[in-house]
C-alpha cells in the first residue's frame, strides 16, 4: 500500500509518501516546511500568519514528496491527513487540499488524529512492538500519558496540570534571548555546559501523585533572570547561561520519566515510546534509555524528523484505519477527540 501523507496541524507543513509493508512502514519520502523564521521574531507562533504559509506551502510538499518518492497520483492507494486537533485555520490548508485531490482522482481517503500520528511515528523502527505499552507525547502543545494496547488506540493516564514541557523550553529560550524554537536552542546551550547551575525544585501536589507542572519551572528561570539579568544578554556561549538550561533540561526529563516506573508495573506495560517535538531532546533520550532498560522496558524512539509534526507519522497511522466511506462530510476539528 502506498499512502501520502499530510500534515499542517500547526506551523510545519508536510507531506510524505510511505509504503506500508508487511515487515512495517518505510519513508519513500519525506518534505518538511519550516515556518521558524516567519514565527521567530514573535517568539512564538502567530495562527494567522501559519495559516497564510501553509496556503501558500501546501502545494510544493505535495509535488516534492510524490517526486521524490518517483510516484504520482495514480500510483497511491491512500490519501492521510490531520483532522485535528491543532489550529484549525492550519489544519484546513492540507485538510481541504487532500480532500480536493482524493476526489479528483478518486483516491481512498482517511482523516487521522494528530496524536494516533505521534504513536504511529515509533512504527518505523519498531514495528514489532510488545504491547501493552506507555505512550509519552510531550511536545509545545501536548504532555499526555496513554496506555496503548496496539498502534490504533490510546487511553489517557494523565497528562499536565497546565502548560506543555515544550512550552517551558520556548519560554526560556524567550528569556534568555536564545532564539526561536526554543527546544534545540535549549538543548545545545545544555549540551556545552561543564556544569549544572541550582536544581530547579520539582511541583509537590496535594494527592501525593507523579503528576506534571511546568506553570513554575517558567516562573522559576523567570525570577533567576530577573536577579540576574545579565543572562539575557550573555548569549548561549555564555557559561551560566549554558548551567541553566543544563538545569532546565534535567528537571524536565526527570520530571517526565517520573511516573512511568510505577504506571509500567501497575499496567503490566512492555514497552515505553516517546514521540513530539521534546523527544528530540538529548537528555530525555538518554534518561530515557537508562530507565527502560533498568525497568526492563522495550523502548521506542523515532528519529528526530519523525519525533516533529510531519506526513509521515500521519501516513503511517493512516494505513491502518479504515477509510472514510464519505470523507466529503467531514472537516477539521481544532479540538478532536481521540476516537472521534
Not at 497564510?52 to 510538499?61: E, F, T
Request: hydrophobic share 45%; proline share 6%.
Amino acid at each position: 500500500m502506498i499512502i501520502l501523507g499530510l500534515e499542517s496541524s500547526c506551523d510545519d507543513c508536510s507531506a510524505a509518501v510511505v509504503e506500508e509493508t508487511p515487515a512495517g512502514p518505510v519513508v519513500r519520502s519525506l518534505v518538511r516546511e519550516s515556518q521558524d523564521a516567519i514565527h521567530g521574531p514573535f517568539g512564538g507562533v502567530v495562527p494567522e500568519l501559519a495559516a497564510r504559509g501553509h496556503l501558500l506551502q501546501v502545494r510544493s510538499v505535495i509535488a516534492g514528496a510524490l517526486a521524490e518518492a518517483g510516484v504520482g497520483l495514480r500510483d497511491l492507494d491512500r490519501i492521510a491527513v490531520t483532522r485535528g486537533p491543532g489550529l484549525v485555520g492550519s489544519l484546513l490548508a492540507t485538510f481541504s487540499a487532500s480532500k480536493a485531490v482524493a476526489w479528483r482522482h478518486g483516491i481512498p481517503w482517511v482523516g487521522v488524529h494528530h496524536l494516533l500520528g505521534h504513536l504511529n511515528a515509533a512504527r518505523f523502527s519498531a514495528p514489532d512492538l510488545a504491547f501493552p505499552a506507555l505512550v509519552l507525547l510531550v511536545s509545545g502543545g501536548h504532555t499526555h500519558l496513554y496506555l496503548a494496547q496496539g498502534w490504533t488506540s490510546l487511553h489517557l493516564l494523565q497528562k499536565t496540570r497546565d502548560d506543555a514541557a515544550g512550552e517551558a523550553f520556548d519560554k526560556t529560550a524567550r528569556m534568555l534571548n536564545l532564539g526561536y524554537p526554543g527546544g534545540p536552542l535549549v538543548d545545545a546551550c545544555a549540551r556545552a555546559a561543564t556544569r549544572a547551575a541550582e536544581p530547579f525544585t520539582p511541583p509537590r501536589f496535594r494527592d501525593g501523585k507523579a503528576s506534571w507542572s511546568f506553570s513554575g519551572l517558567k516562573t522559576g528561570v523567570k525570577l533567576r533572570v530577573e536577579r540576574n539579568p545579565r543572562l539575557a544578554e550573555a548569549g548561549a556561549t555564555d557559561a551560566d547561561v549554558q548551567g541553566l538550561c543544563r538545569s532546565l533540561q534535567e528537571a524536565i526529563s526527570a520530571w517526565l520519566l517520573k511516573p512511568i516506573p510505577d504506571l509500567a508495573q501497575e499496567h503490566g506495560a512492555c514497552s515505553l515510546i516517546i514521540s513530539g517535538g521534546v523527544a528530540c531532546n538529548s537528555r530525555l533520550r538518554a534518561d530515557a534509555a537508562t530507565m527502560a532498560a533498568r525497568q526492563g522496558l522495550r523502548l521506542a524512539l523515532p528519529e528526530p524528523r519523525l519525533c516533529t509534526d510531519n506526513g509521515a507519522m500521519i501516513a503511517a497511522a493512516g494505513a491502518l484505519l479504515a477509510a472514510d466511506s464519505e470523507p466529503w462530510s467531514q472537516n477539521a476539528d481544532a479540538d478532536l477527540k481521540l476516537g472521534a
